[in-house]
């Protein structure tokens, strides 16, 4: 295929990417179908692939790894064709195909992960491991000298970050050699060997500029796919990870991160998706990690990306998320909550579902968080109307909502509807882990009724602290709520029976000494649920040792049914001493004299030792363990680069 009608091929495949990234999905089909190029047909999957990732709903999850399978067995086909052909571009024939390949492979393997089961995490690098070849392959081709003379969005300059997902841009001889392919050449050689030739076109300040449009989808692209394969591997569970490393693959989450931002610096369509990678992953690092290293490089890096791809698609939902999401983690709770009711306007483009039911879902539990309880319920149960994932969660949240409110009527109404939500087939015909959770806090229950009552009927009113709340602890959200929020919350749980044995400045002793007849927390069970919520909330306000006396407790008692408590309180134990020294000596390096940064480092190395003890509380058998075992690994990564910043290795 010629240089010109690849050119042209592309064009019109980006001009369908357009469409996608600014809400219209069904004009993005309609491109992606009117052509067989492999661009279009890479169009046609990853439409299928977001709409299954954003919309985790198992017929699109089949039909989006039918369309990326079909993607790659026509890249494959041009691929072989190209190898013979003249390079359109200064690297190997065939590259851009081989860039095509590498997406499809990559995007495939992580639909197997969407289940967040650990067979579903197998599938996925079972699938990826053939990849790694390819991606190292790419990278090393299109990055010989590393990434140090690439661009990123944001200038950030960190404290406690690393240099790798920063943009200091060193300055650079516009006649640097690097190891590349001559014009008139064929491939490269495959063992190493190759000719000194001038650099790429140079820009400014040492930013190395790609030329024409192929080389810019090969060069965001070969840093994308690098990146993501790298960043994937890096957020698998620990049991997981420790196959990979057996295969002899190991991660770099510090490049993956810096091969994104590079990518996110380009214009062509894997820019928009690195930058969609970044956002996701420093959204999250934001949301469950706990403690950062650097909260406000994250947040600038973070803004710099949304900004970057706002200004282009100032109506994709997409990044009208990321924008509210910045806004909660910054602080500005009810901001976020304009922001996503804007965004859900009827004079907004919404031909793409899956994308707006993000912002549905990010509004119902920010919403939660500010105790807006019936508000929070209808967003959750308006989730059932725009998405198929998991109908029986959303009403289970929604019904706690309606147990905060003490409408227990409607909240057996929708618990009961959640038996015939929960036999409805799953992704991969088995049942979500948060569906597993919910089964069993339904026995919980009416077994507690039944024990108080004789029957099950009304089993409602037994429930006192809401399953919308506990649920909340594996989304972290009463780590992101205002002191006067958490201060609600505390005085909320503090009138449960029996009495609190913990002395907390913020519950007044009248309170606890109040104590009626009657029990309302009669299992340990319970008991731990309100200790662990007590021990977030204490550490929200800053009331730390309080704080960790209802950690401990929370962690120490024995219980029959919620055996995931001990392992996530031993988790926040390890943000509590991070949290804390914080707030004690500070994190300024700049003023930081040596007692101190051994006190950092005596709390790092502390911090570690529960997270250890964290993951070994909570096996596979255990409720919702690869959420907390994720939450570890990124807590490690934000551990990590503080040690490395008080040792002086920035």
């Known amino acids: 295929m010629s240089l010109e009608d690849t050119t042209a091929n592309l064009k019109k495949a980006s001009d369908g990417f357009d469409q996608l990234f600014a809400n219209d999905l069904e004009k993005a089909h309609e491109i992606f179908k009117s052509e067989n190029s492999p661009f279009h047909m890479i169009g046609v999957g990853i439409c299928a692939f977001l709409e ?30 190209s190898k013979y052909a003249k390079s359109n571009t200064r690297f190997p024939a065939g590259t851009e195909y081989e860039l095509l390949h590498s997406d499809a492979v990559i995007l495939h393997g992580i639909t197997h992960a969407l289940s967040e089961s650990y067979m579903g995490y197998a599938q996925c690098l079972y699938a990826m491991n053939s990849a790694h070849s390819k991606f190292t ?81 090969i060069m965001s692209g070969a840093a994308f796919g690098y990146g993501m394969f790298n960043l994937v591997f890096s957020l698998l569970p620990a049991g997981i990870r420790g196959v990979v490393g057996f295969l002899g693959f190991k991660h770099d989450r510090k490049l993956a991160l810096r091969a994104l931002a590079v990518s996110a610096a380009q214009k062509d369509v894997h820019s928009v998706f690195a930058g969609l990678t970044l956002m996701t992953y420093y959204g999250v690092v934001l949301l469950l990690s706990g403690y950062q290293a650097d909260e406000q490089h994250i947040l600038k890096q973070y803004k710099a990306i949304v900004d970057n791809i706002d200004e282009r698609y100032p109506t994709g939902s997409l990044w009208i998320l990321n924008r509210a999401k910045i806004l909660r983690m910054s602080g500005d709770t009810p901001g976020a909550i304009d922001v996503l009711q804007a965004g859900l306007q009827p004079d907004r483009p919404h031909t793409f579902a899956q994308a707006d039911s993000l912002l549905i879902f990010e509004l119902a539990w920010t919403l939660l968080s500010q105790r807006r309880y019936l508000e929070a319920a209808d967003t959750f149960l308006r989730m059932t109307e725009v998405n198929s994932w998991s109908h029986a969660t959303y009403y289970f949240i929604a019904a706690g909502c309606h147990i905060s409110l003490k409408n227990y009527e409607k909240a057996q109404t929708l618990f009961d509807a959640i038996p015939d939500l929960l036999d409805k087939k799953k992704i991969g015909g088995k049942d979500l882990p948060t569906e597993v959770f919910i089964k069993k806090r339904l026995r919980f229950y009416q077994d507690k009724q039944k024990r108080l009552t004789g029957s099950t009927d009304n089993w409602a009113h037994c429930i006192c602290i809401s399953p919308a709340e506990e649920l909340s602890i594996f989304w972290n959200t009463h780590a992101r709520i205002s002191k006067e929020v958490a201060q609600e919350h505390i005085a909320e749980f503090a009138v449960f029976t029996p009495a609190i044995q913990v002395s907390s400045p913020l519950i007044p002793k009248e309170t606890i000494e109040s104590t009626p007849g009657k029990i309302d927390l009669d299992t340990p069970d319970e008991i731990v649920v309100r200790a662990l919520l007590l021990g977030v909330l204490h550490r929200t306000v800053g009331e730390f040792g309080a704080s960790r006396a209802f950690l401990l407790e929370a962690k120490k008692t024995t219980v029959a049914v919620n055996t995931w408590v001990a392992g996530v309180a031993t988790f926040e134990l390890a943000v509590l001493e991070l949290k804390e020294t914080e707030a004690k000596i500070g994190s300024d390096l700049l003023v930081l004299d040596e007692e101190k940064k051994i006190a950092w480092r005596n ?48």
């Open 52 to 81: 299954a990732a954003l919309g985790m709903e198992a017929g699109v999850v089949a039909e989006a790894a039918k369309s990326l399978a079909e993607a790659e067995n026509a890249v494959k086909a041009q691929l072989k064709t």
């Open 137 to 217: 392959k790419l990278y090393k081709t299109v990055y010989p000298n590393g990434l140090d003379n690439y661009a990123t969005p944001s200038s950030s300059t960190p404290s406690s970050r690393p240099a790798s997902i920063h943009s200091q841009i060193p300055s650079t001889n516009p006649t640097t050699t690097v190891q590349a392919k001559p014009k008139s050449s064929g491939l490269f050689s495959r063992f190493g060997s190759s000719l000194s030739v001038p650099s790429p076109p140079v820009e400014s300040a040492g930013k190395v500029a790609p030329d024409g449009p192929l080389e810019e989808l």
């Open 603 to 650: 709390v790092i190395k502390s911090a570690n030792e529960k997270l250890n003890e964290a993951l070994s509380l909570a096996p596979q058998s255990v409720d919702l363990s690869s959420r907390l075992d994720m939450r570890v690994a990124m807590l490690r990564d934000e551990i990590g680069l503080k040690k490395e910043a008080i040792d002086g290795v920035v």
